[in-house]
Structures are given as C-alpha cells and as structure tokens.
C-alpha cells in the first residue's frame, strides 16, 4: 500500500484510528471465552478449537463492528505468541479474515523487531512473505542494519520505536546524546538511509506536548502513535500537535476499543468507542 | 538454572560455547534438504513433513555432534518464524528433543524482544511458560520496563543486547550520553533492578578490546558474546578480555559451526569447529 492509498483511506473514512488487536483470552466475555472449552470452528478447511477457537470469533467480531471506523489494524505479536503454536494459527486466520473481507485495511505487525542484518532479513521475509503484512514495528537499538532489508519491499514500510508510551521510555529514549534525545538521534538516522514511502515511527501520545516539536524536524513521515484511551493520551491533542499537511496519523487504540464492554454487547461498545476515537 | 549450575558445566565439559542455531534451509546440506520434498517424520505422534522435517533432522545431527562441546543452544526466532507455523512446530520439537536427551543444557531463546509492561508480560509467558526456554534476549530502546517481567522467574534470565557485534552497534550504542557510551548507561540501569542470577548482557565478540572496560564496571554478570567464527571475533581473545574469576562467558558461534561443510559430513565437521571454539 502506498502512503497516497493510505491518506485517501484517512479522508473516505474520516478517521486515523488503528485498532490494536492486543487480543488476551483472559480478558473476553466469557460466552466468548467458552467457545474454548468444547466443540471446534471449521474454517477453510482448517479446525480450530480450545483458545485459538475463542480468539478468533473475538476478532472476527470486533472487526466486522469496528472496520467502518478505522483504517487499520495492528495485532500484537506477543499475545498470540504466549497461545503458542495455535495463538499463531489464530494470527494466521485473523490475517485471512482481514485480507478477505477488508482488502482496503493497513495491516500491521507489533513485532518490535530488531536485529543485526542477516536476521533481519529472515524477520522481513516472515512478516512481509510468509505472512501477508503492510508493515512491522522495529525496535532500533542495534542500529540502521535492523532496519534496512524491511526498506527492499515496495509498498511495505517499516515503523521504527523513537519515543514509546510507557513511562520508562525516559531511561534511555530521552536522555540527550549529542545536544538530541536519542529519539531525535534513531529518527534523523533512519531518514537517512529510508523515504516516507518505506518508513513510519512509533511516536507515543502521552507525551502529546512533544509532538509538534517531533513534527518539525520530521514533517513528511507517518507516525503511529500508541498511548490514546487506556494509557492515557487524548487523541485530539495528538492530532492538534502531531498532524502534517495531509494527516499523517496513524492513531492507535487496543484495551480502549477491544474491553469496552465485558458483556455480550461487546462488539457494540467497541464500535462506539472506535466511531468517537480519532475522528477527523 | 543457577550460575553455579552453569559454571559447573563450564568446568565439567572445559568449553564456554554456545551454539547458536540459526537453522536456514537454503544453507543445509542437499541430502538434508530432500528431506522436505517427501515422506514425513514422526515424533511423539506429531507428523512433520516439508521443510520443518530437514530443520529437525539438520538440529538434531548437530546436537548430538556437538553436545560433548557446548553448554548452551541458542535458536534464533526469526529463522524458525520465516517458515511460519510449520517452522515454528520445528522449533518446539528442537527444544523438546535438548530438554529430553541433554536437560544440562541452558537454553536460549535469541527473540531480541521488547515491548512495554504488559506486552513484556506477554513474551515472558511465551518462552518461559508457552516454550521452555531457560533465557532470551531483550532489546533494551524501551526501558528497565521492558525487562522487569521477565526477571520475576526464578532460574530463568533476561540477556539484555548491550552491545551487538554488527557494524551499525555504533549508530546509538556507541554514542555517548551523560559521558558513557550508551551501552554502559543500559547496562548501569539493568545491574540496577536486577542481580546476576536473572540478568545477563549480550557484549559483541568483534569489540574484543572493549570487553575489559566493560568487565571492569560490571564483574559478575554472565556475558553472551556473539561475533565470534563468521562475524570474525576470536574465543581466546573474548575470553582473555571478557572472563570474571569463575568465568561468566557464554561464546556463541552460529554459522561457523552449523555450516562447518556443506556435504554429508556436516555433523561431523561441525563437531570439529565446535570442539575448537571457546574451550578452557
């Protein structure tokens, strides 16, 4: 997907909200949790049951509510991983799902990648080939090497961390190197070596303050910007200070929407907080 | 496990190698690679067929070559997740067969992950509960959050990357921040929340001349040192500069020992390098 697809989403849709689908068994309603303790759902083919089973009618249902309201969706490797072999096949069908019905949306994997080249490499090939991703989240502590085999695939961006949501990203992302935050020193770095074509960064919310100032030494590159509803940032700040001239946001939201309601009405309550999320 | 656990082993088999295995299909041996064009192999009753069946018969010959000569297996993730599931089947079966036949062994899962709290969270219970993995890599650009969930298992470490063995360490590790490198400053922040029995640094083999430095401000953590056979790095020197007074070195080497030949010899030859690597 190109950036200029991904603005004309922004503006049909009149929204920059990404949904997160940080997706924890332990969380669901529990007639959704209980599909997991008997019976299988067949899809294409494949059976699925226990966990897997329950994960994947969670996210199928808070896709089909929340996909007129947001323009991407952002799974979170972990907590599919933690499911093991089957959380990844629940991925995998959730990938599908998305794909299939959604061919429109920008997919993009939380994977805080980041390793030196040849395993890069093998990373790009897992989220870009063997899965079908528009993009993956990269951790850049060991340098510009871990970013550049993702920059090779036309149409696929890398989204590198400069300044995460948590509170302990001052440890390390804001202590000043060189007279920059090191957020600064990662950001001026990567837009050496990449283009707003291949290249977004993890810009947290909660430091909404920090935005306009990011902004101005980076005006053209996306930013997906976690930290909106359960950690605390206001998405309106975030697009007062963080918009460009075309948007430019993508605005992500994961316990805000998917825990809306604990209820059988859940998939209605995350469609009511995605249609108030990030709207333009 | 406990470092007097693996110090143990370091005296008992004189070796302080670890051997990483980043199992790549395309680098195996023809005979080993027809494996995956057909037939399939059955383990405990799980049938493994394709490419998942040459990387589990490729790792189970360099297992039994080389575990006379190492302490530590090392896979790295994202060769076994750029064949998806399938290679992912093929990774817990490599664990299960070192956890059944060599249960002395420390095992490390090469993940380089990092992610906030609750995401942290997540990837704890992936390779300390899901898998069972004794230790895995963290890459630190988050902050001390991003480690304290895994330092709350005991007998399990967290291997911080502080300073990688790649050419582009030097884009933000190298930089210097408050007058230390930021490698030192990562490394002073982790010693803080943690203690050398659930903490461990990755120092790059290829910066040998470094290695006393940092050995002088951080005595008693175990240090994993990659670089060393195909990066260029050299076990005697690393353990010249790196070693403490019991030790505390685990010396990776990859590609030099998994690719030794590439004809039917290859456990053999593999056997060779490895019992000439990082030996006391």
Redesign the interface.
């Known amino acids: 997907m190109t950036t200029d697809q991904l603005y004309a989403q922004i503006r049909a849709k009149k929204t920059m909200l990404c949904v997160g689908l940080?997706t924890d068994y332990s969380k669901m309603p529990e007639h959704i949790q209980r599909l997991a303790l008997n019976g299988e759902s067949a899809i294409k083919g494949e059976l699925y049951k226990g966990k897997a089973r329950s994960i994947i009618a969670f996210n199928k249902a808070i896709i089909d509510a929340t996909a007129p309201y947001c323009i991407s969706y952002k799974p979170?490797l972990?907590?599919y991983?933690?499911?093991?072999?089957e959380g990844?096949?629940a991925l995998?069908a959730t990938i599908d799902y998305i794909r299939s019905k959604y061919p429109e949306m920008f997919l993009i994997a939380d994977a805080?990648?980041?390793?030196?080249?040849?395993?890069?490499q093998?990373?790009a090939?897992?989220f870009f080939?063997?899965?079908d991703f528009d993009a993956v989240t990269i951790?850049?502590?060991?340098?510009?090497?871990?970013v550049t085999p993702f920059l090779a695939y036309p149409g696929k961006f890398a989204i590198v961390?400069a300044l995460?949501?948590?509170?302990?990203?001052?440890?390390?992302?804001q202590?000043?190197?060189?007279e920059k935050p090191?957020y600064q020193?990662?950001m001026e770095?990567m837009m050496e070596i990449s283009t707003p074509e291949n290249m977004m960064f993890v810009v947290g919310a909660t430091k909404a303050d920090r935005l306009a100032d990011i902004r101005s030494f980076c005006p053209d590159n996306f930013f997906l910007v976690p930290g909106v509803g359960a950690q605390g940032g206001s998405s309106e700040e975030v697009i007062r200070y963080g918009a460009n001239a075309k948007g430019g946001l993508l605005i992500n939201s994961s316990r805000g929407v998917l825990y809306a309601s604990s209820g059988e009405d859940y998939a209605e309550a995350a469609a009511k907080v995605a249609s108030e999320t990030a709207r333009i």
Do not use: C, H, W
């Open positions: 940080d979170n972990a907590f991983e933690s499911y093991g072999i990844m096949r995998e805080k990648r980041g390793d030196i080249g040849n395993t890069a093998m990373y090939r897992t080939e063997t899965m951790s850049p502590y060991m340098g510009s090497e871990t961390v995460s949501s948590n509170k302990s990203s001052a440890d390390f992302q202590a000043v190197q060189d090191l020193v990662v770095k």
